[in-house]
C-alpha cells in the first residue's frame, strides 16, 4: 500500500501561482511513476502532469503545457505541481496519484490515490 496526502491547495486569483506538494509512504517511493489529476465540477477526472518513476519522461496535458511543472524528489518521497498563470478554467481538486507503471498513468488511472486539495482561481 501507498499512502499520499496532498497539501498546498487554496484561493488564488487568475495570473498568480501555487504550489502543491504529496508526500507519500508505505512503500519504496523511487519505483513509482507520480501524477497529478483533477477534476472540475460536473467534469471527469483528467490527467494534468505524470512523471515516470526515474524522473526521465514527463507528461503534460495540452491545457497546462507551459504553465505547470511537476518535478519529484526521491529521497523526500515527494512530487510537487508547480502551477504558474493560472486562469479561472484550473479551478478543480488536484489529486495526486501513484501508479507502479507510467503507463497506467498516461492512460488516465492510477493504483494510488490521495484525498485531494482543492484550488480555485478567481476571475
Do not use: H
Amino acid at each position: 500500500q501507498v499512502q499520499l496526502v496532498e497539501s498546498g491547495g487554496g484561493l488564488v486569483q487568475a495570473g498568480g501561482s501555487l504550489s502543491l506538494s504529496c508526500v507519500a509512504s508505505g512503500r519504496t517511493f523511487s519505483n513509482y511513476a507520480m501524477a497529478w489529476f483533477r477534476q472540475a465540477p460536473g467534469k471527469e477526472r483528467e490527467l494534468v502532469a505524470g512523471i515516470s518513476w526515474r524522473v526521465l519522461t514527463t507528461y503534460y496535458s495540452d491545457s497546462v503545457k507551459g504553465r505547470f511543472t511537476i518535478s519529484k524528489d526521491n529521497p523526500k518521497n515527494t512530487v510537487y505541481l508547480q502551477m504558474n498563470s493560472l486562469k479561472p478554467e484550473d479551478t478543480a481538486v488536484y489529486y495526486c496519484a501513484a501508479s507502479s507503471r507510467f503507463s497506467t498513468i498516461i492512460a488516465g488511472e492510477s493504483d494510488y490515490w490521495g484525498q485531494g486539495t482543492q484550488v480555485t482561481v478567481s476571475s
